[in-house]
């Protein structure tokens, strides 16, 4: 079974801090993706990763940063959080790029709020 | 024109009804097509693929129509634990991914 995990569930940050978001999986899956979900705008891709210290930058990445050092983990960085990034983030990763291996399993998510 | 788009609904349906939802996308390129089940508060999880030829799994059909670009999710005899937000997902040979911004089901006793 696959398993997604986020270091937190719910974050409570200030204006301009540094944020961290963690993600690890543990099937060895190649690619590794973070969304943040709005209501209204659904899921949103921020940042993706076919394989370690590799990242592309999906539709909405202004304000955010990512660091694959590792396969299982892909990390999340908010440079100096702002009011608008509040939000449900969504980490997912999938095996491969075509087919059934595209396939997304997501993790439970990061409620974060910024005051 | 969004690249996926999905009727945001609610759609409320008495239990036992039949429901579909449809989901157009606009890139021609786009390959694989998944529908994706969300619950409230919860992380999407895979509700099935959609091939060419069509997809049964129990009371659930999904379809693609290539030549109108949408694919569909067709759920027969709804039950009460349907109620969800179903998110269509269509990738393109150029990587695009895309998720719709769901369709929400409420199934009514």
């Known amino acids: 079974d696959v398993k997604v995990t986020q270091s937190s569930r719910y974050l409570v940050k200030r204006t301009g801090e540094k944020v961290f978001l963690e993600c690890v999986q543990d099937?060895?899956?190649?690619?590794m993706f973070w969304y943040r979900q709005d209501p209204g705008l659904g899921l949103r891709l921020i940042y993706f990763s076919y394989d370690v210290k590799m990242k592309e930058k999906g539709d909405i990445p202004e304000g955010y940063s990512v660091s694959r050092e590792k396969k299982e983990r892909f990390s999340l960085i908010l440079e100096s959080a702002s009011t608008n990034q509040t939000s449900m983030y969504l980490c997912a990763s999938s095996l491969g790029t075509s087919g059934a291996q595209e396939t997304q399993y997501f993790g439970p998510g990061t409620r974060l709020l910024v005051l | 024109r969004k690249e996926v788009e999905q009727d945001p609904g609610p759609f409320n349906v008495p239990e036992g009804a039949t429901v579909a939802f449809n989901c157009t996308y606009s890139n021609s390129a786009s390959q694989s097509f998944f529908w994706y089940r969300q619950d409230c508060r919860k992380e999407p999880k895979l509700l099935m693929s959609?091939?060419?030829s069509g997809n049964e799994d129990g009371r659930f059909t999904a379809q693609l129509n290539r030549a109108s670009q949408y694919i569909s999710l067709l759920i027969r005899d709804s039950k009460l634990s349907d109620s969800a937000t179903y998110l269509c997902?269509?990738?393109?040979?150029?990587?695009?991914?895309?998720f719709g911004q769901g369709t929400t089901l409420q199934v009514k006793p």
């Open positions: 997902f269509g990738s393109s040979n150029t990587g695009k991914l895309i």
């Open positions: 099937m060895d899956h190649e690619n």
């Open positions: 959609v091939y060419s």
